[in-house]
């Protein structure tokens, strides 16, 4: 185990740490710093590290989260975007060598670099992390896309998001973003926290979203990017049926009666909404689509 040195996850030494520094929060970076303990020992244990793990951590903060990943796992790469952090981390995180702090946007750096360059010889790779809102989607997206030799993402996000992401077919959480994360991980809510245990306190309530990576998508398709293509048409509006949105959105509303017929040959009705139909389904389209397209050549 490693020294953790002054625990700093909890309220007070919190508010000792930000008062120290003259540090002010600031709501564009979506800082909130969480402030109990139970939840940081909870996250760490569901995203099951342990001395063989690696871990990739988005927005440190002050290093509440990074003090208790230090002290399970066998290295930490922190990646903070806030440069006055910096010098409070160096601090907070002095006890713990196994832990190395990059300031820079996660969204402009190459983490294929970064794996390659700090974590080369880890036998697993896990990302742990309290993501800022306003950027969850595409922090999650960048780290899905980029194929990257991870085993799981453990985050907490916003409730809401986390319900999105997770939901299944059939429900108004159910939506484009649920299938493009279905088809590169399965996704599963963990539990939820409560608004109190952050400084400041956010105006809505977090989730702890887990993201086991897929070997292998779970679903065939000739064309990825449109299949993307064709769920973010599916559900552009969503009160449309799919025939509807996919004539509008995606192929052209004079090919309407080619999208009718295709339907019928896979058996879809034309006057689903795209909520209801699962990953498979827009499979089958896309690939369906993706034939006719080719023989028209």
């Keep these: 185990m490693k020294s953790v040195g002054v625990n700093i996850s909890n309220r007070n030494e919190t508010l000792n740490i930000i008062k120290k520094y003259g540090f002010t929060l600031k709501k564009s970076l979506g800082q909130n710093f969480l402030i109990e303990p139970k939840i940081l020992d909870k996250i760490i244990e569901k995203a099951e590290i342990d001395q063989t793990t690696a871990v990739i ?22 990646v903070e975007i806030d440069h006055r952090l910096v010098a ?61 030799n991870i085993d799981s993402i ?67 398709v000739d064309d990825e990017e449109f299949l993307f293509r064709t769920i973010k048409a599916g559900f552009a509006q969503r009160r449309k049926t799919i025939i509807n949105n996919l004539a509008h959105n995606l192929l052209g509303e004079e090919n309407k009666e080619q999208l009718e017929n295709l339907l019928r040959e896979l058996e879809i009705d034309k006057k689903r909404r795209a909520e209801t139909l699962s990953l498979t389904e827009f499979a089958r389209i896309c690939n369906l689509l993706n034939q006719n397209r080719q023989a028209a050549r």
């Design 57 to 78: 951590e988005i927005g440190p903060g002050i290093g509440a989260l990074t003090q208790k990943l230090a002290e399970k796992a066998d290295k930490v790469v922190a």
């Design 88 to 148: 409070i981390l160096e601090e907070t995180l002095s006890e713990n060598p196994n832990v190395k702090v990059i300031n820079a946007d996660v969204l402009k750096i190459s983490l294929k670099e970064l794996i390659a360059k700090e974590l080369a010889d880890a036998d697993k790779i896990k990302v742990v992390a309290n993501l800022p809102y306003y950027i969850t989607s595409s922090i999650i997206m960048k780290l899905l896309e980029e194929r990257l």
């Design 154 to 220: 453990t985050v907490m996000v916003q409730k809401e998001v986390a319900e999105r992401i997770s939901a299944s077919p059939g429900g108004k959480e159910y939506g484009g973003l649920s299938l493009i994360v279905e088809y590169y991980a399965e996704a599963r809510t963990l539990f939820t926290v409560p608004s109190s245990v952050f400084i400041p306190k956010p105006n809505v309530d977090s989730a702890i979203l887990q993201l086991n990576i897929r070997q292998r998508p779970p679903v065939s």
